[in-house]
């Protein structure tokens, strides 16, 4: 019983070790972008972003290779500078912002491929589907803001297809790319 006691204690005290130890990092609207672009018609890039997004990382590692990442979109949000193409972009022909309001990702791993770079395996889900997707994420340093709070910034990239999420299942890839490149770049703020 007593070495019992004794191993239970010492998984308390490692959980709670752990979990004094895990930084959250919360994501700087004011500071960070969540974009995306489609090639249109075969010859031009259409940018887009979310204008309202919520973005954490948890981790106790300096380097973040033990991170985990949690991202949420309001879909209606969808920005790509023509009111027009928005209220399109919302509706049932493609996000159906009704019907599938936000757009989210949780990462299942994060792996360091270099110094500062990393490989972000995760779970999105747009549209009503859920997909595995791997990210590239550049750390582009830490440093300390004018509020004197410890900061992270990150470049991710990546690429989607639109048929795995059936979006703008009408459109053909002549005049939609079936590949959507998303890019963030986000700053993160240590809580």
């Known amino acids: 019983m007593k070495k019992l006691f004794v191993l239970l204690f010492a998984a308390t005290t490692a959980f709670t070790s752990f979990n004094a130890s895990a930084q959250t990092w919360t994501a700087d609207k004011a500071h960070s972008k969540l974009g995306f672009s489609i090639t249109h018609m075969m010859v031009s890039d ?3 972003s979310f204008k309202t997004f919520e973005s954490t990382i948890v981790s106790s590692k300096a380097d973040f290779t033990d991170a985990v990442i949690n991202l949420s979109a309001d879909i209606a949000s969808v920005n790509t500078e ?10 049932a022909d493609f996000f159906d912002a009704e019907k599938y309001p936000k757009l989210t990702f949780k990462s299942t791993s994060v792996k ?33 803001n004018q509020a004197k ?8 990239t990546g690429t989607i297809k ?30």
């Open 82 to 91: 023509d009111d027009k193409r928005d209220g399109h972009l919302k509706s």
């Open 112 to 144: 360091k491929v270099a110094a500062g770079k990393y490989k972000v395996a995760g779970q999105l889900t747009l549209h009503g589907v859920t997909k595995a997707v791997v990210l590239d994420a550049v750390l582009r340093g830490t440093t300390v």
């Open 162 to 191: 639109r048929a795995d999420f059936a979006l703008g299942t009408k459109y053909p890839n002549a005049m939609l790319s079936d590949e959507i490149a998303l890019n963030a770049n986000t700053e993160f703020v240590q809580n």
């Open 46 to 48: 259409v940018e887009g």
């Open 149 to 156: 709070k410890t900061v992270a910034g990150f470049k991710v």
